[in-house]
């Protein structure tokens, strides 16, 4: 089955392009104007990469990957779901949003984190020589990166020994080490290990100069996920969490030069802080990357071609020849105005087009 978009513009990563037609079969043909069994007229709309959200949990198994597919989001990248069967169930649903997973998070004995109901006692890491089997039961298990949750210094969280460890022995399996991280103490410890990614913002104050400048040297990217910061803060106002403080972090890391990634952190777990919902966050998540500074066409590109680079999604990412046909197509041009992707025309996973888009 091939299908061709007429009339439609495309986002190439940086700009739209004026009205041309798209075919595409489970990929992206480079023959424009072959024909096609179905065409779609476009009205002029812009067809988009489908989105990448870069930060995602999959709790509650289809249905999380439906409301993703939904409004337009083909590809999440889950940060901690266990156990490894429900994993690898969810990686083989077909129609919906396809996940990444870093199966069970690593965390300190003391925070939050230990105490959420169900995680497994093996996430539990409290030495290097703990963190180094850790690493190898995410390697045995199938992980495609490795997760943890670095807080303040012991009883809460883990030494710096031990997140050097886990980042030290993540590398030698040639693996990704994504870092949560929600005070600027814990962005320290993700820096000093060497950690590739960052995920969330700080809340306690605005990141340092000399963190962030730490951060290019080592080439962290950066997962903000202000949608869930925005949420959190509301809820600890009185401990001085304040939004701005995640806010301000962003603007900073953009102009420093630090590529950041679009991910909202959806979950519907018990016992998290907040939930924001799968596909729709991450509509609000470009809009609070714009507010923070980025153009709307940074934040678009921070959830297509930048997460498909930055975890080797080599497969998608771009409207372009060869690629997957995950596309989403909205009804005006998101890079004037990033509210536009809310308005979604049709979504289509390796070619096939979803019944029913989140208009
Ligand atoms: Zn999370």
Known sequence: ????????????????????????????????????????????GVLLPGLIDAHVHTVRGRADLEDLARRGVTTGLDMG????????????????????????????????????PGIPAEAVVTTPDEARAFVGRRVAGGADYVKVVTEAAPPEGMDQATVNALVQAAHEH????????????????????????????????????????????????SVPTLTMMEGVAKLFAAAGFRYE??????????????????????????????????????????????????TPAEALAAATSVPAQVFGLRDRGAVEAGKR???????????????????????????????????
């Open 1 to 44: 089955m091939t299908t061709a978009i007429e009339n439609v513009r495309v986002f190439d990563g940086s700009a739209v392009s004026g009205p041309r037609r798209v075919v595409f079969g489970e990929s992206v043909s480079g023959e424009d104007t072959a024909p096609a069994d179905t065409v779609v007229d476009a009205a002029g």
């Open 174 to 221: 040639g693996l990704l080490v994504v870092a949560h991280a929600t005070t600027t103490g814990a962005f320290r410890v993700a820096v000093e290990a060497g950690a590739d990614v960052s995920t969330h913002a700080p809340l306690d104050a605005v990141l340092d100069d000399d963190t962030i400048g730490r951060m290019r040297e080592i080439g962290m990217v």
């Open 81 to 116: 779901a266990w156990p490894l069967e429900f994993v690898d169930e969810m990686r083989r649903q077909k129609g919906v949003a396809q996940i990444l997973s870093a199966t069970v998070p690593a965390v300190g004995q003391g925070g939050h984190h230990a105490k959420m």
């Open 245 to 294: 403080h995640a806010r301000d972090t962003v603007t900073k890391l953009r102009e420093a030069g630090v590529p950041l990634l679009a991910g909202t952190d959806a979950n519907s777990a018990p016992g998290a802080p907040f939930a924001p919902k799968h596909g729709e966050s991450l509509h609000r998540e470009l809009e609070l990357l714009v507010a923070a500074g980025l």
């Open 325 to 359: 046909a995950d596309l989403v197509l909205v009804g005006g041009d998101p890079t004037v105005d990033i509210s536009v992707t809310r308005d979604v025309v049709g979504v289509w996973i390796a070619g096939q087009r979803l019944p029913t888009p989140g208009r």
